[in-house]
């Protein structure tokens, strides 16, 4: 048999059951009370924890054994019982979320404080994905990463084929894989279901097959037949794609990214298997700009460009680091406490998204729209399209009908900043040139 004990991993623990288990016998139920009174003096010393030791006996079984959780000999001969000492899960926050099934607790997206640019370009993609991502650049430890993650947690759903590899919609035909496609058009009722937006990692190590797919290696063994095993752009599909430290990135991942993102769809070519399927996706990447610069072709295939620095404030700074202590103390009851403006921002972004078909752009500020682009030599036209489609997305999220003055002059730095051409002389941002010119087109000044 063996014997499992928990909770700690202690030297005096271990000293304890040395001296109890080196005598050996032959008797495992002997073996057990043993165990049991050292549990109990165990369980007296000065740095044990509340609870006292749980001693279990469990029958020693070969699914126990590949556990990863329970290790366990072949008894010797004498039938020497080798116990595992398992250390206990400390009794706070952290611990409540793993075992309710979320291993990395979500900072709220409504509890980060400041950086009002970064989560406005956050949430205008979410609503219109045809926005074309954001690119956020800034100081290390300002928050880029936290708030990136934290938008998870406001991601509606979205309806998908069931049991899809692909997260085909089950109504637009550019985003249906060709599998699915063909069923459609053969008169098959596709089973419907809801699935939450995905958000999905490209870590920086990751390998080209990873990240676009590869052949079925487990099915070519076992069945003999060659089977496509979808990548991460596959299930990225109609979510979102997460690249932090952007610029540190591969250049043959790069050119996978520009690939997939100017085209929609991402072709693999692996040991006799030829594949397309859809890879439609919001693009978000994050950086220091200190640590190098990203590639002039994946820049201006971000629709966006947000830039943050760190917060001067001693005040300010003072609330986020007693907010982030509260956060890492208790997550769970942190949460509680901003629930009620997470279901309320979700509410808003879901009622935006359904809105903005319906937001008109006057002509007159189309016209002008162009106007500061030409003035600023921007190159090609995908700067007039994510200024109109951003300033839209921006009046469904404030709940109104029609374009204003005011939702282009917040957008349009955010989506012309990264697309002007560098000028090792200016002595003015990017940002505030945009918006100079912005007053003198539109008579603001």
Not at 189 to 212: N, Y
């Amino acid at each position: 048999r063996t014997l499992l004990l928990t909770p700690l991993d202690n030297r005096r623990g271990h000293s304890l059951l040395a001296q109890h288990f080196r005598r050996g016998t032959h008797k495992p139920d002997i073996m057990a009370i043993r165990a049991a009174r050292c549990a109990s003096a165990f369980s007296c010393t000065r740095d044990a924890v509340k609870s006292s030791i749980r001693l279990v006996v469990l029958p020693v079984r070969p699914a126990l054994r590949q556990s990863g959780h329970l290790q366990t000999a072949k008894l010797p001969s004498r039938g020497v019982i080798r116990v595992q000492a398992v250390a206990a899960v400390a009794e706070n926050g952290t611990a409540t979320k793993a075992a309710e099934g979320q291993a990395r607790p979500i900072y709220p997206f409504t509890a980060v404080i400041g950086q009002e640019e970064m989560k406005l370009a956050l949430i205008l993609n979410v609503i219109d994905p045809k926005i074309g991502g954001v690119m956020i650049m800034g100081d290390r430890g300002t928050g880029k990463t936290t708030t990136i993650r934290a938008l998870a947690d406001l991601l509606p759903e979205v309806p998908v084929v069931a049991k899809d590899q692909f997260n085909s919609d089950p109504y637009d035909p550019e985003l249906m894989s060709e599998e699915v496609r063909q069923r459609i058009k053969a008169g098959e009722q596709v089973p419907v279901g809801r699935m939450k937006i995905p958000m999905i990692d490209l870590p920086l190590g990751a390998t080209e097959d990873r990240v676009c797919g590869t052949i079925d290696i487990e099915k070519a063994l076992t069945e003999g037949v060659k089977a496509f095993e979808p990548g991460l752009l596959a299930k990225a599909n109609r979510g979102i794609l997460y690249v932090d430290e952007v610029n540190l990135l591969d250049d043959h991942l790069v050119d996978v990214l520009l690939d997939s993102a100017a085209s929609g769809w991402n072709t693999v070519e692996r040991e006799g298997i030829s594949i397309s399927h859809p890879a439609r996706f919001i693009l978000v990447g994050s950086g220091n700009p200190e640590e190098g610069e990203l590639r002039p072709q994946l820049l201006d295939r971000f629709g966006m460009h947000a830039q943050i620095g760190t917060v001067k404030d001693p005040e300010l700074r003072v609330q986020i680091v007693s907010e982030r202590s509260t956060f890492d103390e208790n997550p769970a009851e942190f949460h509680k406490r901003y629930a009620e403006k997470q279901n309320a921002l979700t509410g808003r972004i879901v009622d935006a998204r359904k809105r903005l078909k319906s937001v008109q752009i006057p002509y007159d500020f189309r016209v002008k729209i162009s106007a500061i682009c030409s003035e600023l030599n921007v190159d090609g036209i995908r700067g007039d399209i994510v200024t109109n489609r951003a300033a839209k997305a921006l009046a469904a999220f404030e709940g109104r009908g029609e374009v204003a003055v005011e939702d282009i002059y917040r957008v349009i730095p955010l989506c012309l900043r990264h697309r002007l051409r560098k000028d090792p002389m200016a002595d003015i941002d990017n940002g505030d040139r945009v918006r100079q010119v912005f007053k003198r087109i539109f008579a603001m000044e």
